[in-house]
């Protein structure tokens, strides 16, 4: 077994040098230190947006992408196609999954201050990657036609109509119209399995490359306490030891998934039909909670702004500090923690949480 | 930076430079020449809206007192409602907030949206909640077995 290995890759070496990249894994390391779980939550990541990949395509082979075949599709995929009810419960369940740990890496990766230099690019890939994971689940969610999607979708995209001067143009490009209609089914399908698919493997190859490149983050305040000699750096090889430890994270991660595929399975609802109106104790998915629950706040004119952009605008900028937070929190870089960015970190956990809760009282 | 034997200030040859003019500027309308038929195609053809003035929007008989109903009016929803005392009012039936479509509620004699808790009273004003305009208000009229209802004029 062994010869055969070795000969394998004697074959792969004299071809493409495959040495180095065992002479790289074998050199790779990870820190050991309190901090060490969170590393697993981007791996974790990583582990369901393949499942994602693997059950979209099986949906892919029985769901048929307009008004009048999508809810009947996902119908026939979850009563006819043995285990379709099982296929289908899985991806929606690891497509919230994968926001759920997306969220935890990155929320992690901000309070450890792994986005400081050297590693700014690694976090703005990942947080456009974040922002991508979003948008696969606001066009995925109404690929089955529902009444829920249905009116999610108009919302959603009524706020991006919203926008001054170009918001009109940008509703109609993302509705395929003025209305949300079969064109906007296709559209959504169209960026759901071939326009974000793509766009997340470039900007997934960038972020991994990147996180080879550079290593683990070791967080300022072990960095510190490991300089000043008052602990050890201590580390284990990233091959075996932490895949191994990763692989085992990730069968757990399957089995949690297939216990609440299985146990709960995803529900379809009821046909949208666009001349009804919209059912009581309608909400988005929970990821879209604070943002909805917000826009229910707002008042219909923010001094001169209409509500919903004036809600748009906030959010926009909120997004755009965060993404630019390593070049902000500048001071990071040179080991100095700034408390302000932990409590910008715990506002923004805290407002997330409780508007999401009070969206579902 | 490398030091070179020619001083910055010298650029290209001016041939060198027409070259490159040409070339760049052959380049970049190309790629207008592509882009734009691309960006065209990516906007949908509009749609000419409906221009129906009036619909039939139900039977006299068919709503009971305090109810609502959504109909279709062209290619939007519009809602009818009988109030307690018999008559009848017709509003567009898409929140002036983000577009979903309201509903009359028995129990509390309002038009709500569930989307955002938008209310509108029975003259289609925009009461409480984030929705920034009234409802746009259609003329009922009964017409022997049919209630019409018309865009104002």
């Keep these: 077994m062994t010869t055969v290995y070795r000969r394998v890759l004697s074959w792969l070496d004299e071809r493409f040098g495959a040495g180095s990249i065992e002479e790289f894994l074998r050199h790779k390391t990870v820190p050991v230190h309190r901090h060490t779980v969170w590393y697993y939550f981007g791996g974790m990541t990583l582990f369901l947006f393949i499942i994602q990949v693997l059950t979209g395509i099986l949906l892919l082979l029985y769901y048929r992408p307009t008004p009048n075949d999508a809810f009947e599709s996902v119908q026939y995929v979850m009563t006819q196609v043995r285990f379709g009810w099982l296929i289908r419960s899985v991806h929606s369940w690891s497509a919230n999954l994968m926001i759920f740990t997306a969220f935890v890496h990155m929320f992690s990766v901000y309070f450890l ?22 948008g696969f689940g606001f066009s995925g969610y109404l690929l089955p036609w529902n009444t829920l999607a249905f009116f999610a979708t108009k919302v959603g995209t009524e706020m991006a109509g919203s926008i001054p001067v170009v918001g009109k143009w940008l509703l109609i490009y993302l509705r395929g119209g003025e209305e949300v ?7 959504f399908f169209g960026f759901h399995v071939a326009v974000l698919p793509g766009l997340a493997t470039l900007l997934l190859a960038m972020h991994l490359l990147l996180v080879q490149r550079l290593g683990m983050s070791v967080p300022p305040g072990v960095e510190k306490a490991i300089g000043e000699g008052r602990q050890p750096a201590r580390s284990m090889p990233f091959f075996p030891n932490f895949l191994l430890r990763d692989i085992m994270g990730w069968y757990a991660a399957l089995g949690v998934l297939g216990a609440l595929a299985a146990i709960f399975p995803w ?22 909670l604070f943002m909805f629950q917000t826009l229910r706040y707002i008042p219909a004119k923010v001094i001169f702004l209409e509500g919903e952009f004036a809600g748009l605008l906030a959010f926009g900028a909120a997004a755009a500090v965060w993404v630019a937070v390593p070049f902000i929190d500048y001071k990071a870089g040179f080991g100095r923690v700034t408390r302000f960015f932990t409590g910008l970190g715990v506002f923004a956990l805290g407002y997330m949480a409780v508007m999401s809760a009070l969206a579902l009282r | 930076m490398e030091t070179s034997d020619r001083s910055p200030r010298e650029g290209p040859q001016p041939t060198r430079r027409l070259i490159n003019l040409m070339l760049g500027s052959g380049i970049l309308a190309s790629i207008v020449a592509f882009i734009y038929p691309a960006i065209r195609y990516i906007i949908p053809p509009l749609v000419s809206e409906s221009t129906s003035r009036s619909v039939v929007a ?21 809602l009818l409602v009988r109030l307690t005392d018999g008559t009848y009012r017709a509003f567009s039936a898409v929140c002036t907030h983000l577009q979903c479509t309201v509903q009359y509620r028995e129990d509390i004699h309002e038009i709500w949206c569930a989307c955002h808790n938008g209310i509108y009273d029975l003259e289609g004003r925009n009461v409480s909640g984030p929705p920034p305009r009234p409802l746009e208000v259609f003329e009922v009229h009964v017409q022997g077995e049919d209630v019409v209802v018309s865009r104002k004029a």
Excluded: C, Q
Aim: hydrophobic share 40%; net charge positive.
């Design chain 2, 58 to 78: 139900a039977k006299v008989g068919e709503l009971k007192n305090n109810t609502g109903e959504i109909f279709k009016f062209g290619s939007k929803p519009a």
């Design chain 1, 267 to 288: 529900e379809l609802g009821t046909k949208a039909d666009p001349f009804a109106p919209a059912p009581a104790g309608i909400h988005p998915e929970w990821y879209f």
């Design chain 1, 181 to 187: 209609t079969g064109a906007t089914l296709t559209r």
């Design chain 1, 113 to 134: 201050k792994a986005y400081r230099k050297p590693r700014e690019l690694t976090w703005i890939t990942g947080m456009l990657l974040l922002f991508l994971v979003m």
